[in-house]
């Protein structure tokens, strides 16, 4: 009765694939909606102009200013590297040094002429970069809903901490002294532990790998996190992952579980049996 009452890896594990892929698709629906309040479409075309503006300014006179001015310039497909002196150097600057001259020949006055008329580097970055933050926020927020809805709402309606996949597959969240968890505990294992340590953190590994420039780094925490959930899972004796350590909960068996409502029912019911014990042990 006490027990408590462990399921097998299997189920626990199609539940939760269940469960991943319905986040997904309403992370993804509420991202839809997000784009459309941010108007992300539009800054996404906007960036893109942007760039096309400078890179076809960049091919057509970004060479000859650079040898005008003592850089060297070298193009690699749609790279290219911008030196002085052995130094490396930016487009920035060649760009600050026409500006300062308002160019002092026929290639480098059309040159500036045409940067005139051109979007200015810097607001191409500004895009870009604004661009990368409403993905950020819309991918961030997005899993948050999705969190919210699926993990902490439907486990109340449901009851017993039941997610639609643990519904499924007849899987409940308890205490690991078999009494119900409260909406608290639910919370913290739904926002603290599965959104924010679980899935933003890497989240935001992923983001600084692409666009932040931190490399093997974020590759190296999000390999650590990951090993740290598998040796949570198989070495604990309930095999709880971090979101279940941080909440204090365990998943049961739904179909055979004893679930007591509160401390005082348990701390009751292991009365009773104990004087059945003792009675019987007496008779």
Same mark, same amino acid.
């Given at each position: 009765m006490f027990e408590l009452r462990k399921i097998g890896i299997v189920r626990r594990a199609s539940a939760a694939l269940l469960d991943v892929i319905l986040l997904v698709v309403l992370t993804t629906g509420f991202m839809f909606i997000l784009s459309l309040i941010c108007n &992300?479409? *539009?800054?996404?075309?906007?960036? $893109?102009?942007?760039?096309d503006e400078w890179?076809?300014?960049?091919?057509? &006179?970004? *060479?000859?200013?650079?040898?005008? $001015?003592g850089y060297d310039y070298k193009t690699t497909g749609n790279n290219y590297t911008i030196t002085k002196d052995g130094k490396k150097s930016s487009l920035s600057a060649l760009m600050t040094s026409l500006s300062d001259s308002k160019g002092q020949d026929a290639a480098t006055k059309a040159a500036y002429d045409a940067s005139l008329e051109l979007t200015p580097a810097e607001k191409v970055n500004w895009q870009s970069?604004?661009?990368?933050?409403l993905l950020f926020m819309m991918t961030s927020i997005g899993l948050l809903l999705a969190?919210?809805?699926?993990?902490?709402v439907l486990p109340i309606i449901f009851k017993n901490g039941q997610t639609v996949g643990k519904k499924v597959f007849g899987i409940c969240l308890i205490r690991p002294n078999c009494v119900k968890i409260n909406n608290l505990s639910l919370f913290a294992r739904t926002i603290l532990g599965k959104y924010a340590i679980e899935t933003m953190f890497p989240v935001l590994l992923v983001f600084l790998f692409i666009f932040g420039g931190i490399g093997i780094l974020a590759l190296i925490l999000l390999a650590a996190l990951a090993l740290l959930n598998i040796v949570l899972f198989f070495a604990t004796k309930n095999r709880t992952p971090i979101h279940d350590l941080l909440a204090c909960t365990v998943a049961a068996d739904m179909r055979v579980q004893m679930i007591f409502q509160t401390e005082d029912e348990l701390v009751e019911k292991k009365a009773l049996a104990h004087r059945e014990l003792v009675g019987q042990a007496n008779g």
């Open positions: &992300y479409s *539009a800054n996404e075309k906007l960036s $893109y102009k942007y760039h890179e076809g300014f960049r091919k057509a &006179y970004v *060479a000859e200013v650079a040898e005008y $001015y970069e604004y661009v990368y933050n969190y919210i809805t699926l993990e902490f």
